[in-house]
């Protein structure tokens, strides 16, 4: 491993856009890195009692991304996806290895693409330690790396029967931005500059995910749709639940469109990578007390149950009564986003 | 992050190749590894007075390996490379996670890929710990992990002049195989058959690089061509180097070649995934040891020389003389092999 590409004959590039600013960043504060790009791995260490938490994801042009993309925004959002792994386990990023397959070396884009990642990066103090880099069609695969004391780690297993289910800051804007791009509907171009930097540039909750590790009991990211992503706690804790579609908090924009949109794009759209989590009732204040201090909205949206049976089920509730089973399936299937 | 597919509708075929082998890895012996596949982050936990060393390696169709190519060779190789990165920092390996992306869902395919991903992991007990799936171009992205204790990485900057430059194993057999396919030259079936498996399944020096910890003072794994990888050890020690061409180990099949093909190919050819290092004369003993322990010949076939000027000069010396400058340069630049 190490950041070479001697295929593409652009070593040049690939030390200005990548290794240098990684340099910077480890000059500045090396943390847990002990060995950096240049060697055959990178090294790592941690501190006594802690483990490393690693997470890694791939994007493809045409299925995570637009193929117009701006590269800032693609380098930004190849790094938040992970980093929001990360904060579902209130890990504290430590590093990340980028492997890319580019067409071109094209200074101007990576030079865009660095921008977004290295911004991103320094928000959270999260070096390049390594990767590759080969020609190939645009493939985007960073892997980062987290540190969390030993027992301390949020997963998924964890929810118990009466616990509140949260969800952080509001969900359903990216896929409002995405329906809007592909013309599944009409958004005035005003709503659209307001919410789209919820598709482009997802803010990772990682200080909340940090907050939360004495208070949450189970937690997961927001990727794939709220309520299918909510299943996989369900799934891997053997819980049912119930949830209150109207209290799954909307932008202002998303509250504009029909009821049935609202719930679907909140409720199942997906990449909105905040965290869905759960916390005993007892906790209800610590909580209300984190979201203060981060300045983050944290809402309760329903109610863990007792599993009634084989089959995992989820009540969806709202303000006129309750959805059948067949519009639950529904919507839980209308797993559609972009990634 | 997590081996998940709902894009690819093919959940099932995930799960039946990648998360019930990585479950009956871990059954057996979880090692480092805390928290496996399925929830947002894998977990690592090191000894006390241990780093991680961390590679990843990004594999593209039609660069780094033929459209025809096997694909059980394909998931040995993936790894294997990787591998060979943690070998040459002495490293012990503990995991590895998987991004690939396929252009679609085949379960033969998936099925011969995981059984040669699955027979290299098992061979170094480096289970399998996350990783994600998505429909694209073919891109497979293996970041490995290892474990080493704190001070004992063997890192490409610590070669010292007057010390001992080895090889492990033999060179050349890769790139030769590579001019087969490609019909660059002629080979006997039979020869072929003998030498293949160098290129398609490589066998990573595991066990040569944790054993050489306290013997070398530098090491690179040789993918990009023996002499190549070592100018890494020399600009990052700030050496020069003396070769002697006659002794780089070769095959009785590369030896049938004419003497400039030999010397090109072992010196030059890459994808050869032995370790080159450098340890003090007085370790001679220790090394011959480790081989004979080890039943991997390690060859002396060079030295450490101080650096003379800026330029970083390596001296290539044959039983009738030495190089000119010129025909060193051209054996540098002859970087052609396949990845």
Redesign the interface.
């Known amino acids: ?1 190490e950041l ?1 590409s ?2 593409l004959g652009e070593f040049d590039l690939i030390q200005r856009f990548f290794k240098k600013q990684s340099e910077a960043m480890l000059a500045k504060n090396p943390g847990s890195v ?2 950096g790009i ?9 501190e ?1 009692n ?9 994007l ?5 991304f637009f193929a117009d993309t701006k590269p800032e925004y693609l380098g930004w959002k190849a790094l938040a996806v ?1 980093l929001s ?2 904060a ?2 209130g ?1 504290q990023p430590i590093g990340f ?5 580019l067409p071109k070396a094209d200074a101007a884009w990576l030079e865009a693409f660095s921008k977004g990642l290295f911004s991103i990066a320094n928000t959270h103090a999260c070096p390049l ?4 880099t ?4 645009l ?1 985007i ?1 960073i ?1 980062a ?2 540190a ?1 004391p ?1 027992n301390k ?1 949020i ?3 964890g929810a118990l029967a009466g616990d509140d289910i949260w969800v952080s800051g509001i969900v359903g804007d990216a896929r409002l931005t995405l329906a809007a791009l592909r013309h599944e509907i009409t958004l005035p171009q005003n709503d659209l500059e307001i919410i789209q930097e919820r598709m482009h540039e997802p803010k990772p909750r990682v200080e909340l995910g940090i907050a939360l590790r004495s208070a949450a009991t189970s ?3 927001v990727s ?1 749709g709220l309520l ?1 992503d909510l299943k996989h706690i369900l799934k ?1 804790s053997n819980k049912d639940a119930e949830v209150w579609l109207d209290q799954i908090p909307k932008s202002t924009t998303l509250l504009k469109q029909s009821k049935e949109l609202q719930n679907r794009f909140a409720a199942a759209g997906g990449d909105d990578y905040e965290l869905c989590f759960t916390a005993p009732t007892s906790k209800r204040d610590v909580i209300k007390q984190i979201g203060q201090d981060l300045k983050l909205p944290l809402t309760r949206i329903g109610t863990v149950k007792p599993r009634q049976n084989d089959s995992l089920n989820i009540a969806l509730k709202h303000d006129d009564g309750e959805l059948s089973p067949d519009q639950v399936n529904t919507m839980l299937q209308s ?1 559609d986003h972009f ?1």
Chains 1, 2 share one sequence.
């Open positions: 491993m070479h001697t295929q002990s060995l240049g060697d055959d791995c990178a090294l790592l260490k941690t006594p802690h483990e490393i938490a690693i997470t890694s994801d791939m493809v042009e045409g299925r995570h992970n792994d990360l579902a386990m890990a290895t980028l492997a890319i397959a330690i390594g990767g590759d080969t020609a190939g069609p493939n695969c892997t790396f987290g969390i030993v780690s997963q998924r297993s937690a997961i990211d794939d299918g891997q797993f990634a």
